[in-house]
C-alpha cells in the first residue's frame, strides 16, 4: 500500500501546509494585480511571493528556486523518521521550467542557471540523499505524473519511499508565455463562472512524501491507483468532449463506487476551454452530483507544483471534513452538470480523486483513500519488454534497426533532408523547433518500420532528456529581454514546454496511451529501465515508444528511441 506520510507547502499564503490551510480557511487569497511587470506590458494577476518572504525562505548557495523546494522538502521530513541517504529513497521534482529565470539568451548570459535535473541534484544531495532524483515535465500534469511515478517504482518494490515535490516560480519567461497565447486574465480567475476570462499565475513549492507499507489500517491517507492518457487532440486545446479525462477517470475509478468520493479536485484554470472540457468529462464520467474543490482563485496556477499542492491541500480539508469554497465562482458558465459552490461545505467522505489536463494532450487522475477497507496492493510483476524496432539518429549519422544508413548534412539541415526524402509530408515540420523536429523524425521513422498489424492505438509515449528545451527557451528569452521590445511568439513560445513531444506524437499516431517526458541529469540506463519496468507494470500500456532524445544546440542533438512491447 502506498501511504501519505507528510506533506508541506511553501506559498505566498504561509510557510507550512497548517498556515496555507487556515489561510484558506479564513477565505485568504495571494493573487494580486501586477503592472508593467519587468517591463511585461499587460496587466495580469498573480499569486507570487513578496520580497521579505523570498528574503526569508532564501538558503545559502542556492537560487530562489532551489531555496522554494528546499524549504518544503526541509518542513514535510521534519514530521517523519524515513531516512533520506539510503538508496531506497527516491526523490521527484515536479516542474514545468525549473529555474529557466536563471538562464540568458545566450549560453554566456546564464548566472546561476542549471538544467532541470542538475537542479533536482543539487536538491537532493543538499539532503544527503544518495539516489538519483529524476524530474518530472509532463506541463500542467507534472505534479499527478509524478505522485503516479513515485507510487509505481515502489509497488515495483524499486523503492521504499519517495519524496515528491512539485514547484514552479513566475518570472517574466513564464508571463510572456501566457501573454503570448492571449490566456491570462487581468482580474482575478473566476473558475466555472460564465464571466470566466483566463487564468492567473501562480508559484509554490509543495511536497508529498510517499511510503510503501504492509496493511490497510484505517486513518492514513493511500493513493489507491491512477492513470494517465493522451487525447490525441490538439497540442495546445484539450478534447473538447474530454476524452482522454473520462478515459482517465474510468481507469483510476475502475469499480469505485462513486458515492464514496467526497469531491473531485479539479484543474479549474478558469479559461474557456479548460473548464467546459473538465465539466463535460465530469458529467459523461458519471460524476455531476460529486462536488467539486477547484483552488486557483487562491493560489492561482502554480504549474509543476499545481498537481501535488492541491492534493495536499484536499487531504487537510477532508481531514476536518470540509470541501472548500472554489473563489470567484458566482453563475455557471459551462454546458457539462457539476456540483459547485462558493461557500464551504461539509462531508464525511473519505477518499476523493485529482483530475487533471494539461498542454500536449495529456490527462491524469489519481484516486485518494483513508478507508480501511481497501485491498492491499500486491507487489507489482516484473516486466521485461522486447524491443520492436529502434532508431538512432545523431547530428551526423543514422541508424535504423541496426542499420546504417548514409547522410551526407550535418545538424539541424540534417533533419530536412531525411524529413523531404524519407518520411510523409507533415506541414507542421517546419513550424517545429530543432528539438521537436529530431524526435519528430525519429519517432516517425520508428513508426515506418512497423507492419499494420504491429500498430497499437494505446501505445504509451515515454521519453527521457538531460537538456530540457534549452534552444527554444533561449529564442523565447530573445523576444522578451532584447533591446528590440517585447514581442513572445506563441509559435517559440509553444515549443519552451518539453513535454511538448511527445504530445506530438500522439497527434502525429492517433496514440491515445499514457505519455510522459522525465528529465535525468545524465542518460542513466538503469534508472531509465526501471520507470519503463513500472511503466508497463502500473499500467495497461502494451507497447511503448520510448528512449533518450536530447538537444543542447541546434547542431548538436541525439535521438535513441524504440518501440517496445510485452
Given at each position: 500500500?502506498?501511504?501519505?506520510?507528510?506533506?508541506?507547502?511553501?506559498?505566498?499564503?504561509?510557510?507550512?501546509?497548517?498556515?496555507?490551510?487556515?489561510?484558506?480557511?479564513?477565505?485568504?487569497?495571494?493573487?494580486?494585480?501586477?503592472?508593467?511587470?519587468?517591463?511585461?506590458?499587460?496587466?495580469?494577476?498573480?499569486?507570487?511571493?513578496?520580497?521579505?518572504?523570498?528574503?526569508?525562505?532564501?538558503?545559502?548557495?542556492?537560487?530562489?528556486?532551489?531555496?522554494?523546494?528546499?524549504?518544503?522538502?526541509?518542513?514535510?521530513?521534519?514530521?517523519?523518521?524515513?531516512?533520506?541517504?539510503?538508496?531506497?529513497?527516491?526523490?521527484?521534482?515536479?516542474?514545468?521550467?525549473?529555474?529557466?529565470?536563471?538562464?540568458?539568451?545566450?549560453?554566456?548570459?546564464?548566472?546561476?542557471?542549471?538544467?532541470?535535473?542538475?537542479?533536482?541534484?543539487?536538491?537532493?544531495?543538499?539532503?544527503?540523499?544518495?539516489?538519483?532524483?529524476?524530474?518530472?515535465?509532463?506541463?500542467?500534469?507534472?505534479?499527478?505524473?509524478?505522485?503516479?511515478?513515485?507510487?509505481?517504482?515502489?509497488?515495483?518494490?524499486?523503492?521504499?519511499?519517495?519524496?515528491?515535490?512539485?514547484?514552479?516560480?513566475?518570472?517574466?519567461?513564464?508571463?510572456?508565455?501566457?501573454?503570448?497565447?492571449?490566456?491570462?486574465?487581468?482580474?482575478?480567475?473566476?473558475?466555472?463562472?460564465?464571466?470566466?476570462?483566463?487564468?492567473?499565475?501562480?508559484?509554490?513549492?509543495?511536497?508529498?512524501?510517499?511510503?510503501?507499507?504492509?496493511?490497510?489500517?484505517?486513518?492514513?491517507?493511500?493513493?489507491?491507483?491512477?492513470?494517465?492518457?493522451?487525447?490525441?487532440?490538439?497540442?495546445?486545446?484539450?478534447?473538447?468532449?474530454?476524452?482522454?479525462?473520462?478515459?482517465?477517470?474510468?481507469?483510476?475509478?475502475?469499480?469505485?463506487?462513486?458515492?464514496?468520493?467526497?469531491?473531485?479536485?479539479?484543474?479549474?484554470?478558469?479559461?474557456?476551454?479548460?473548464?467546459?472540457?473538465?465539466?463535460?468529462?465530469?458529467?459523461?464520467?458519471?460524476?455531476?452530483?460529486?462536488?467539486?474543490?477547484?483552488?486557483?482563485?487562491?493560489?492561482?496556477?502554480?504549474?509543476?507544483?499545481?498537481?501535488?499542492?492541491?492534493?495536499?491541500?484536499?487531504?487537510?480539508?477532508?481531514d476536518d471534513g470540509y470541501i472548500l469554497p472554489v473563489r470567484g465562482f458566482d453563475e455557471i458558465g459551462v454546458s457539462g452538470r457539476i456540483s459547485i459552490d462558493n461557500r464551504r461545505r461539509e462531508t464525511s467522505g473519505r477518499s476523493f480523486l485529482k483530475i487533471i489536463s494539461g498542454f500536449g494532450g495529456c490527462n491524469g487522475a489519481l484516486l485518494f483513500s483513508k478507508e480501511a477497507d481497501i485491498p492491499g496492493q500486491r507487489a507489482a510483476d516484473t516486466v521485461k519488454p522486447s524491443v520492436m524496432h529502434s532508431v538512432h539518429l545523431t547530428d551526423s549519422s543514422l541508424?535504423?534497426?541496426?542499420?546504417?544508413?548514409?547522410?551526407?548534412?550535418?545538424?539541424?539541415?540534417?533533419?530536412?533532408?531525411?524529413?523531404?526524402?524519407?518520411?510523409?509530408?507533415?506541414?507542421?515540420?517546419?513550424?517545429?523547433?530543432?528539438?521537436?523536429?529530431?524526435?519528430?523524425?525519429?519517432?516517425?521513422?520508428?513508426?515506418?518500420?512497423?507492419?499494420?498489424?504491429?500498430?497499437?492505438?494505446?501505445?504509451?509515449?515515454?521519453?527521457?532528456?538531460?537538456?530540457?528545451?534549452?534552444?527554444?527557451?533561449?529564442?523565447?528569452?530573445?523576444?522578451?529581454?532584447?533591446?528590440?521590445?517585447?514581442?513572445?511568439?506563441?509559435?517559440?513560445?509553444?515549443?519552451?514546454?518539453?513535454?511538448?513531444?511527445?504530445?506530438?506524437?500522439?497527434?502525429?499516431?492517433?496514440?491515445?496511451?499514457?505519455?510522459?517526458?522525465?528529465?535525468?541529469?545524465?542518460?542513466?540506463?538503469?534508472?531509465?529501465?526501471?520507470?519503463?519496468?513500472?511503466?508497463?507494470?502500473?499500467?495497461?500500456?502494451?507497447?511503448?515508444?520510448?528512449?533518450?532524445?536530447?538537444?543542447?544546440?541546434?547542431?548538436?542533438?541525439?535521438?535513441?528511441?524504440?518501440?517496445?512491447?510485452?
Amino acid at each position: 500500500m502506498i501511504r501519505v506520510l507528510s506533506s508541506n507547502i511553501v506559498s505566498p499564503l504561509g510557510d507550512t501546509l497548517e498556515q496555507n490551510y487556515q489561510a484558506l480557511l479564513a477565505g485568504h487569497s495571494a493573487l494580486a494585480p501586477y503592472e508593467n511587470w519587468h517591463g511585461a506590458p499587460e496587466r495580469f494577476v498573480a499569486s507570487m511571493f513578496r520580497e521579505e518572504q523570498t528574503e526569508k525562505l532564501a538558503v545559502d548557495g542556492f537560487t530562489r528556486f532551489e531555496s522554494l523546494a528546499i524549504r518544503s522538502v526541509a518542513e514535510a521530513l521534519s514530521h517523519t523518521d524515513i531516512d533520506v541517504s539510503s538508496p531506497r529513497t527516491l526523490f521527484i521534482l515536479s516542474t514545468t521550467k525549473a529555474n529557466v529565470e536563471e538562464l540568458g539568451p545566450v549560453p554566456d548570459r546564464d548566472r546561476a542557471y542549471l538544467a532541470p535535473g542538475d537542479t533536482a541534484r543539487k536538491i537532493a544531495r543538499h539532503f544527503g540523499m544518495t539516489s538519483e532524483p529524476v524530474v518530472v515535465c509532463n506541463a500542467c500534469i507534472s505534479g499527478v505524473t509524478a505522485q503516479l511515478l513515485a507510487a509505481r517504482l515502489m509497488e515495483s518494490e524499486y523503492y521504499d519511499h519517495a519524496i515528491v515535490c512539485g514547484i514552479d516560480c513566475q518570472s517574466l519567461f513564464e508571463v510572456a508565455v501566457f501573454l503570448s497565447f492571449k490566456s491570462l486574465s487581468p482580474e482575478e480567475c473566476r473558475p466555472f463562472d460564465i464571466e470566466r476570462r483566463g487564468l492567473n499565475l501562480g508559484e509554490a513549492a509543495s511536497t508529498i512524501i510517499y511510503g510503501r507499507c504492509a496493511g490497510t489500517e484505517d486513518g492514513q491517507w493511500k493513493l489507491v491507483r491512477g492513470c494517465l492518457d493522451n487525447d490525441s487532440y490538439h497540442l495546445s486545446a484539450p478534447s473538447p468532449d474530454g476524452d482522454g479525462t473520462v478515459r482517465a477517470i474510468s481507469s483510476a475509478l475502475q469499480a469505485w463506487d462513486r458515492d464514496r468520493l467526497a469531491l473531485v479536485s479539479v484543474h479549474g484554470t478558469a479559461t474557456m476551454f479548460n473548464d467546459q472540457m473538465e465539466s463535460r468529462a465530469i458529467e459523461r464520467a458519471g460524476l455531476s452530483s460529486v462536488p467539486l474543490s477547484a483552488l486557483k482563485g487562491y493560489y492561482g496556477h502554480t504549474f509543476g507544483a499545481a498537481g501535488v499542492l492541491e492534493t495536499a491541500v484536499v487531504m487537510r480539508a477532508l481531514d476536518d471534513g470540509y470541501i472548500l469554497p472554489v473563489r470567484g465562482f458566482d453563475e455557471i458558465g459551462v454546458s457539462g452538470r457539476i456540483s459547485i459552490d462558493n461557500r464551504r461545505r461539509e462531508t464525511s467522505g473519505r477518499s476523493f480523486l485529482k483530475i487533471i489536463s494539461g498542454f500536449g494532450g495529456c490527462n491524469g487522475a489519481l484516486l485518494f483513500s483513508k478507508e480501511a477497507d481497501i485491498p492491499g496492493q500486491r507487489a507489482a510483476d516484473t516486466v521485461k519488454p522486447s524491443v520492436m524496432h529502434s532508431v538512432h539518429l545523431t547530428d551526423s549519422s543514422l541508424n535504423i534497426d541496426g542499420r546504417e544508413i548514409p547522410v551526407a548534412e550535418r545538424g539541424k539541415p540534417l533533419l530536412t533532408v531525411i524529413y523531404r526524402n524519407m518520411l510523409e509530408d507533415c506541414p507542421r515540420f517546419y513550424k517545429m523547433d530543432v528539438f521537436n523536429r529530431l524526435v519528430y523524425v525519429a519517432s516517425q521513422l520508428l513508426v515506418k518500420e512497423e507492419s499494420p498489424e504491429d500498430r497499437d492505438d494505446y501505445r504509451a509515449v515515454v521519453l527521457f532528456n538531460g537538456a530540457s528545451t534549452v534552444v527554444a527557451d533561449r529564442k523565447h528569452i530573445a523576444t522578451v529581454s532584447g533591446g528590440e521590445g517585447f514581442f513572445p511568439s506563441p509559435s517559440v513560445a509553444l515549443f519552451t514546454l518539453p513535454n511538448i513531444v511527445t504530445g506530438e506524437i500522439a497527434i502525429s499516431n492517433g496514440y491515445k496511451g499514457e505519455t510522459s517526458l522525465y528529465i535525468l541529469d545524465r542518460r542513466n540506463s538503469p534508472l531509465m529501465e526501471q520507470i519503463v519496468e513500472a511503466t508497463f507494470a502500473g499500467s495497461e500500456a502494451r507497447s511503448m515508444m520510448t528512449g533518450w532524445v536530447d538537444c543542447t544546440s541546434e547542431d548538436t542533438f541525439e535521438a535513441d528511441i524504440r518501440i517496445l512491447t510485452i
